[in-house]
């Protein structure tokens, strides 16, 4: 029986958000309101992309696979919402199977922004220097909310060596090192110029 | 006419590959099939997510909503990848409407291996460090490459205050930034523990 299950959950692609859930219900048995509850006030969707329908669909079909199993419910008939759901060892040794994959250390990400400025010799005048400035600004903010975030979690981890503390601390250095990539742009935004050697072999417009 | 045509664009999204290829063909005309050349020797796929499928059917979305132009082609029936196309007046009008949204400075973008690091203590205890030698291989070898094309860039621009230049300045401080913060949590790794006060309230784990 176990094997015959192993074998389906093989076939079965598990997405980021079953892979988040399997984690999330591992740490113990939880209600599937509570789920979506908890990815809401732990601020998960920060840095993961697991959609309220998502949380739905993944608890029906992790169940189905065995993952998770029913430990009570409020009624029989009970939809995946009014049950309560924990992680089993096949869902833990699948998500440990999942954490080895290269796709997490080596996948490239694009990011808007750098898109926008690749594009931005086509945009009017006014814009470059408006959209830095934005770009400035919610930098800025998003710089003081992961700050006091990481106070917090200090606080209620206890000690500096935990992964919620180095993801906080790992997005504090990334933005302040954009932060001061773009006081650096704004201040020499007005030398913009085309490439001096007009070339169609490297990256950007050459 | 031209009415007609911008309230059709007006009720088209432009794709982000659409927009790469009206900035890219703005700067001058080229065959459909250049147009996948130069964005293999530009690595503009290292920044845009612009697959060989979507160039050609973007290609004949923008020219039948008269953001693009045949200015030549080798015969009359002549598909895509042989037509000689260019931006017209009302793509780079497009281009510029769409380089004027908010979504390139505040779309939030969700980073794999933030994600698996979130999870990271479901891994198996050899996993963590592992993955994380791995990214710290890839981030050296990215960082090196993207120092050679800056160089290079450099040299073909002539100047610095250029967009291309100023992407792959970017580049490399987040590179070195996500370098730094790995060789700090390899030395800390073995220290790793659960947190001292469990609660439910905050980011990561808690």
Redesign the interface.
């Known amino acids: 029986m176990k094997a015959v299950k192993k074998k389906r959950v093989k076939e079965t692609r598990l997405t980021?958000p079953d892979?988040?859930i399997?984690?999330l219900l591992?740490?113990g048995p939880m209600h599937g309101y509570e789920v979506n509850a908890?990815l809401e006030?732990?601020?998960?969707r920060?840095?993961?992309?697991v959609s309220r329908p998502q949380v739905y669909y993944s608890l029906g079909k992790l169940t189905e696979l065995g993952l998770l199993r029913v430990s009570s419910s409020d009624s029989p008939s009970a939809g995946p919402e009014r049950r309560v759901l924990e992680t089993t060892a096949l869902g833990?040794e699948h998500?440990?199977d999942a954490?080895?994959a290269?796709?997490?250390?080596?996948?490239?990400?694009?990011?808007?922004?750098?898109?926008?400025?690749?594009?931005?010799?086509?945009?009017?005048p006014r814009?470059f220097r408006k959209?830095l400035n934005?770009?400035k600004k919610?930098l800025e903010q998003r710089l003081r909310e992961e700050r006091a975030?990481l106070e917090?979690?200090l606080t209620?981890?206890?000690?500096?060596?935990?992964?919620?503390?180095?993801?906080?601390?790992?997005?504090v250095?990334?933005l302040?090192?954009?932060l001061?990539?773009v006081e650096k742009?704004l201040k020499?935004a007005a030398?913009?110029?085309?490439?001096?050697?007009a070339?169609?072999?490297?990256?950007?417009?050459?």
């Open positions: 980021i892979l988040v399997l984690s591992a740490e908890t006030n732990r601020n998960i920060d840095w993961a992309p833990r998500l440990a954490l080895e290269k796709s997490w250390v080596n996948k490239k990400v694009h990011q808007p922004f750098l898109i926008w400025l690749a594009l931005s010799w086509q945009a009017r814009t959209q934005s770009r919610i975030t917090d979690v209620e981890v206890g000690h500096p060596f935990h992964e919620a503390v180095w993801m906080l601390e790992l997005t250095e990334q302040q090192a954009e001061r990539w742009i020499s030398k913009r110029g085309p490439a001096l050697h070339s169609k072999k490297k990256s950007g417009r050459g």
